[in-house]
């Protein structure tokens, strides 16, 4: 069973790169179901987020992987390869163990993978592109990345995305409490954005996304009203903090739209993060003056100032998943030996019925049951011993050694005998 992972995240590849291969929530349904078409893997699942994009597979080729993820992003192979990185059976296990116990996190020990992960082995198991390996990888993930939370504190005070935002936003407005806070979308990061920015008690919040239903279940929560996206170009001026984490395959807010925006604020500042991948705010709104615009990479230097502190407990962490990574390739190890095993409980079930049918016959022709037992249990005896007799006599000397070695061990013998 040849397993692998196959992808790039944050520290291999800019934004750029992987906001290129990032998929949406519709668009992966139809990748999971063109994988379980086309086969590039017998077994499949997409992890794909703001700061990675991962093949898992099983009973795959790696390179077949890679011509089909390229292909089906309308890419050259050669531009991925420099920022791709291919994990072979061990690592990709000891892989899936560290990113779901939050180990290979832009903000180390951050919980919302988890999360993610559980939705990409669930859409996998919808498309039909998950099998028993996959299956089992990630069930001892999610456990692992339990065990890893309650033995150690990896995810004590985690700074999240979220709350870098708000502290770079404490820099640009001298209270967040006279501001209007913007959200766009209403996904799991908006709703934890929203959880950090009414914290701060602002002066209003609103949520503006594709349905307005889940805009207003989401604002609600927070005191704030809702707005469909396609009103945002008559309120945009309104509000001084903007956060957009959209599935959107476009940008949504583009240079001139903000031009405008800052026109009728008559530039009073705004502070813009995008948190999406692929963006959801043109690159160059960044270049306007009064727009204060931060990306998912800009924020990585304002989590790290929390993460000394949870360093000192990676190595436990690590001693947990290098413990049940283990286990998990033994668990590999057994399986692949199930069709062996197989093989020869059905040749001794041959032998046997064999041998009963014949035994059957010698009593029916009147022969001495004491006879027929000797019969029966010489005919079973020569024939489970032929193989591993004929195997020691026909092989040449180092062969020979071998065998016997392993069957003196098999059925306890010892082997000076």
Same mark, same amino acid.
């Given at each position: 069973?040849? @397993?692998?992972?196959?992808?790039?995240?944050?520290?291999?590849?800019?934004?750029?790169?992987?906001?290129?291969?990032?998929?949406?929530?519709?668009?992966?349904?139809? #990748?999971?179901?063109?994988?379980?078409?086309?086969?590039?893997? *017998?077994?499949?699942?997409?992890?794909?987020?703001?700061?990675?994009?991962?093949? %898992?597979?099983?009973?795959?080729?790696?390179?077949?992987?890679?011509?089909?993820?390229?292909?089906?992003?309308?890419?050259?192979?050669?531009?991925?390869?420099?920022?791709?990185?291919?994990?072979?059976?061990?690592?990709?296990?000891?892989? /899936?163990?560290?990113?779901?116990?939050?180990?290979?996190?832009?903000?180390?020990?951050?919980?919302?993978?988890?999360?993610?992960?559980?939705?990409?082995?669930?859409?996998?198991?919808?498309?039909?592109?998950?099998?028993?390996?996959?299956?089992?990888?990630? *069930?001892?993930?999610?456990?692992? /990345?339990?065990?890893?939370?309650?033995?150690?504190?990896?995810?004590?005070?985690?700074?999240?995305? #979220? #709350?870098?935002?708000?502290?770079?936003?404490?820099?640009?407005?001298?209270?967040?409490?006279?501001?209007?806070?913007?959200?766009?979308?209403?996904?799991?990061?908006?709703?934890?954005?929203?959880?950090?920015?009414?914290? *701060?008690?602002?002066?209003?919040?609103?949520?503006?996304?594709?349905?307005?239903?889940?805009?207003?279940?989401?604002?609600?929560?927070?005191?704030?009203?809702?707005?469909?996206?396609?009103?945002?170009?008559?309120?945009?001026?309104?509000?001084?903090?903007?956060?957009?984490?959209?599935?959107?395959?476009?940008?949504?807010?583009?240079?001139?739209?903000?031009?405008?925006?800052?026109?009728?604020?008559?530039?009073?500042?705004?502070?813009?993060?995008?948190?999406?991948?692929?963006?959801?705010?043109?690159?160059?709104?960044?270049?306007?003056?009064?727009? %204060?615009?931060?990306?998912?990479?800009?924020?990585?230097?304002?989590?790290?100032?929390?993460?000394?502190?949870?360093?000192?407990?990676?190595?436990?962490?690590?001693?947990?998943?290098?413990?049940?990574?283990?286990?998990?390739?033994?668990?590999?190890?057994?399986?692949?030996?199930?069709?062996?095993?197989?093989?020869?409980?059905?040749?001794?079930?041959?032998?046997?019925?064999?041998?009963?049918?014949?035994?059957?016959?010698?009593?029916?022709?009147?022969?001495?049951?004491?006879?027929?037992?000797? /019969?029966?249990?010489?005919? @079973?005896?020569?024939?489970?011993?032929? #193989?591993?007799? *004929?195997?020691?006599?026909?092989?040449?000397?180092?062969?020979?050694?071998? /065998?016997?070695?392993?069957?003196?061990?098999?059925?306890?013998?010892?082997?000076?005998?």
């Amino acid at each position: 069973m040849r @397993l692998f992972a196959l992808g790039l995240n944050h520290l291999s590849a800019p934004l750029a790169v992987r906001e290129r291969i990032a998929f949406t929530d519709e668009g992966l349904k139809g #990748a999971l179901r063109e994988i379980a078409r086309v086969r590039p893997a *017998q077994e499949a699942a997409i992890l794909s987020t703001c700061n990675r994009t991962e093949l %898992y597979c099983a009973a795959g080729d790696p390179h077949e992987a890679l011509a089909w993820l390229a292909g089906h992003h309308s890419l050259p192979e050669s531009d991925l390869k420099p920022h791709l990185y291919t994990l072979p059976r061990e690592a990709a296990v000891r892989h /899936a163990f560290r990113v779901a116990a939050g180990l290979d996190s832009m903000v180390l020990g951050e919980p919302q993978i988890l999360g993610q992960m559980k939705d990409a082995v669930r859409a996998a198991h919808e498309a039909g592109a998950l099998g028993a390996t996959l299956s089992r990888l990630f *069930q001892r993930s999610f456990a692992v /990345a339990k065990d890893v939370r309650t033995n150690t504190r990896i995810g004590a005070n985690v700074v999240s995305m #979220a #709350a870098a935002g708000v502290k770079l936003a404490g820099r640009i407005f001298p209270s967040i409490r006279d501001c209007r806070v913007l959200l766009i979308g209403a996904g799991e990061m908006i709703e934890l954005c929203a959880t950090h920015f009414a914290a *701060q008690m602002p002066r209003s919040i609103t949520v503006a996304n594709r349905t307005l239903d889940r805009a207003q279940t989401l604002a609600h929560r927070f005191s704030g009203h809702a707005i469909l996206l396609r009103d945002l170009p008559e309120c945009l001026a309104e509000h001084d903090i903007v956060v957009s984490c959209t599935a959107s395959s476009l940008p949504i807010l583009g240079k001139g739209t903000m031009e405008r925006v800052i026109k009728a604020r008559r530039h009073q500042p705004v502070f813009m993060v995008d948190l999406a991948v692929p963006r959801d705010i043109e690159p160059e709104v960044g270049e306007l003056d009064d727009i %204060y615009l931060y990306t998912v990479d800009d924020l990585a230097g304002v989590v790290r100032s929390g993460i000394d502190e949870r360093q000192s407990h990676v190595a436990q962490a690590e001693a947990i998943i290098d413990t049940q990574v283990g286990n998990f390739l033994h668990w590999m190890e057994s399986r692949e030996l199930v069709p062996l095993i197989k093989d020869l409980r059905d040749r001794g079930e041959q032998a046997r019925r064999h041998e009963i049918e014949r035994a059957l016959r010698m009593l029916a022709r009147g022969d001495d049951p004491v006879q027929v037992l000797e /019969a029966l249990s010489h005919g @079973l005896t020569n024939k489970l011993l032929h #193989a591993p007799t *004929q195997a020691l006599h026909e092989s040449d000397a180092d062969a020979r050694a071998k /065998a016997r070695e392993v069957l003196a061990r098999i059925y306890n013998l010892r082997s000076e005998s």
